[in-house]
Nanobody
C-alpha cells in the first residue's frame, strides 16, 4: 500500500518561509491526487492544497497567494512551499493521497483521502 512520509517542518518567525516535502512509496498508480492538510490545537483537520497528476492545483482561501503546491511525478514526491507565514499557519501538516482526481471541493472532504503521512509540525511565532 501507499506510504507517505513528511519532512521539512520547523519553527520560524512571521513572514518567514518553509518548504515541506512528502515522499511516497508503494505508489504504483499514476492517477493519484495528492494534498496537504493541517490541524491546529483543538481544531478540525482542514485542507490546504491539492495537486492532480496532470498539473491542476487547488488551494484554500487562507493560503492562496502564499503557498505553492507542486509534485515530482517521476520521484513520487509532493512539496509545499510556504511563504509569508503567519501565526495562524501554526499546525501539524499532513500529506494525503487518494487514487482519484481532485476537484475544487476535495479539500473540504478529508475522509475521501485513503492514505496519510505521520505529519510534520510547523510553528510560526509573531
Amino acid at each position: 500500500q501507499v506510504q507517505l512520509v513528511e519532512s521539512g517542518g520547523g519553527s520560524v518567525q512571521a513572514g518567514g518561509s518553509l518548504r515541506l516535502s512528502c515522499a511516497a512509496s508503494g505508489y504504483t498508480g499514476s492517477h493519484y491526487c495528492m494534498a496537504w492538510f493541517r490541524q491546529g490545537p483543538r481544531k478540525e483537520r482542514e485542507g490546504v492544497a491539492a495537486a492532480n497528476p496532470g498539473g491542476t492545483t487547488y488551494y484554500s482561501d487562507s493560503v492562496k497567494g502564499r503557498f505553492t503546491i507542486s509534485r515530482d511525478n517521476t520521484e513520487n514526491t509532493l512539496y509545499l512551499q510556504m511563504n509569508n507565514l503567519k501565526p495562524e499557519d501554526t499546525a501539524m501538516y499532513y500529506c494525503a493521497a487518494r487514487p482519484y482526481m481532485c476537484d475544487s471541493g476535495s479539500l473540504h472532504w478529508r475522509l475521501l483521502f485513503s492514505f496519510w503521512g505521520q505529519g510534520t509540525q510547523v510553528t510560526v511565532s509573531s
